[in-house]
């Protein structure tokens, strides 16, 4: 035990001065898993939009996973178990342990504003990268319902007639393929500003392999 | 002499398997699909230059399909209908889909034709037509639901299959029910659905007889699957414990295709 809790969810740096735990390994583990099943099911996802374009636009079959549609189905209802248990297990962590709570809130709109200028203008502290700033919690907040958004208008889509209350939610079939859409559209652009932000400060990279 | 269901080799994706299907393409749709595969990762997947590598890839998920269908099964409840839809919702033209172009639907003597039973089926006389259209006859208005993404509402009538099947005395308790088409086409279908009180002989489209382009002389309509599990054209059925697979579902497409 290198790090402690206090009751007020601060952590503190253990006597022998290392670096503190800044990702417990739930949340790494998550966290790649996480990426691995989504990387699996948008690459797969796009070869089946391919098969029959919802808008007018195809996305380019070499940025697509499965070689043709039965492929790219079998790979994308494979990878969906492992994004829903994972997303559940990582749920499940963050609220009994309580760091969803802890560092996703409270979020103050003013704050968001506050740190999103600050952010523009290059002057965003990343001095204590175990406290979010009001922009990231907003961001992980956003892709945590977005994730819940796109695997409820999935059960949609795989399976109207036996979600018949998702079903109705949705707006029916053709609407909930769209919702599905655009969820998809909102994660892939979380995960180019993540992916941004993180080139922008590797420490983080680090911090989510080494958890300090 | 007991009824064979049809012998199909097991294929993975095995290239030669998917020779034989862009043989059976119309040239479009086998530049579209040759096309679409070549990519990376398509041609990873079909090549073969990385066998074991992609043996055990296509190995592995062809198991978690396995699984999806028992947790279709699972989730598939006998007694929940497919939402219906009124009349003025009826996607006009409904679209035609087949692995082949509309010119190329199979053309079947109506007068001639005799649907031929097999398996556990206690009453293997063949069915005319006429036969057919005498038995008590039902509507629907249901969704169709692509497996590439699309849907249309049409409307399909004929015979309850459930109702068809104690009639001639299939074993319901089997697990199979299988179909043998004029296009080549051939599937089968888990027992529960085949009893689903939705589940119809169609013998009409918008009532009128069934026309070639939908699958004269009759089609198996199921608003709880999808669009490849609803054969067309069928010319005989069977009752088996032993999978028959299905043309689609060999090439990787999921068997239970439930919606």
């Known amino acids: 035990m290198t790090t402690a809790a206090t009751a007020d969810g601060r952590f503190t740096p253990d006597s022998r001065g290392t670096a503190p735990l800044i990702h417990p390994l739930w949340l790494r583990i998550t966290h790649w898993l996480n990426a691995l099943a989504v990387f699996i099911m948008i690459f797969s996802g796009w070869r089946i939009y391919n098969a029959s374009p919802i808008f007018g636009f195809k996305f380019p079959d070499s940025l697509t996973l499965g070689g043709w549609l039965g492929g790219a189905l079998q790979w994308h209802f494979a990878a969906m178990w492992l994004l829903v248990v994972n997303g559940l297990v990582y749920l499940a962590f963050g609220l009994i342990t309580g760091r969803l709570r802890r560092q996703l809130l409270p979020l103050r709109f003013k704050q968001v504003l506050a740190d999103f200028l600050a952010a523009m203008r290059g002057r965003l502290e990343h001095a204590d990268l175990r406290r979010y700033n009001a922009v990231q919690k907003l961001s992980y907040l956003f892709v945590i319902a977005d994730s819940i958004l796109i695997v409820t208008s999935g059960l949609v889509v795989w399976k109207s007639v036996q979600f018949p209350l998702l079903n109705t939610l949705f707006g029916g079939y053709d609407t909930a393929r769209k919702v599905h859409f655009f969820g998809m559209a909102g994660l892939a652009a979380f995960i180019l500003v993540h992916l941004i932000l993180v080139a922008c400060v590797p420490r983080t990279l680090v911090t989510m392999i080494r958890g300090r | 002499m007991p009824y064979k269901p049809p012998q199909r080799e097991r294929p993975s994706i095995d290239p030669l398997v998917v020779k034989d299907a862009l043989k059976l393409m119309p040239a479009s749709s086998r530049r579209l699909f ?214 689609w579902e060999d090439l990787g497409y999921n068997w239970f295709g439930g919606s």
């Not at chain 2, 997947?45 to 992609?54: F, I, K, V």
């Not at chain 2, 089926?121 to 259209?133: G, H, V």
Request: net charge positive; with cysteine.
């Open chain 2, 34 to 247: 040759l096309r679409q595969t070549l990519t990376i990762g398509g041609l990873a997947m079909l090549t073969g230059c990385d066998l074991a590598h992609n043996k055990s890839i296509t190995g592995a998920l062809g198991k978690v399909s396995k699984f999806n269908d028992r947790v279709q099964a699972w989730l598939f409840d006998p007694n929940r209908l497919a939402p219906t839809y009124p009349a003025s919702m009826i996607t006009r033209p409904f679209p035609f889909n087949a692995f082949y172009g509309e010119n190329m639907a199979p053309v079947v003597d109506g007068a001639t034709y005799k649907l031929e039973l097999g398996g556990m089926i206690a009453d293997k006389r063949p069915w005319t037509l006429d036969a057919l259209r005498a038995l008590p006859q039902e509507s629907q208005i249901t969704r169709h639901i692509c497996v590439e993404g699309w849907s249309a509402i049409g409307q399909w009538g004929g015979v309850r299959f459930g109702d068809f099947l104690r009639r001639v005395g299939a074993d319901t308790t089997a697990k199979y029910v299988g179909f043998k088409c004029a296009d080549d086409y051939y599937l089968s279908i888990d027992m529960a659905t085949a009893l689903h009180p939705q589940t119809i002989l169609a013998l009409t489209y918008g009532g009128e007889t069934l026309p070639r382009k939908y699958g004269f002389p009759m089609k198996l309509r199921m608003p709880t699957k999808l669009g490849y599990k609803n054969p067309k054209h069928i010319m005989s059925l069977y009752v088996t414990n032993q999978y028959p697979g299905g043309y």
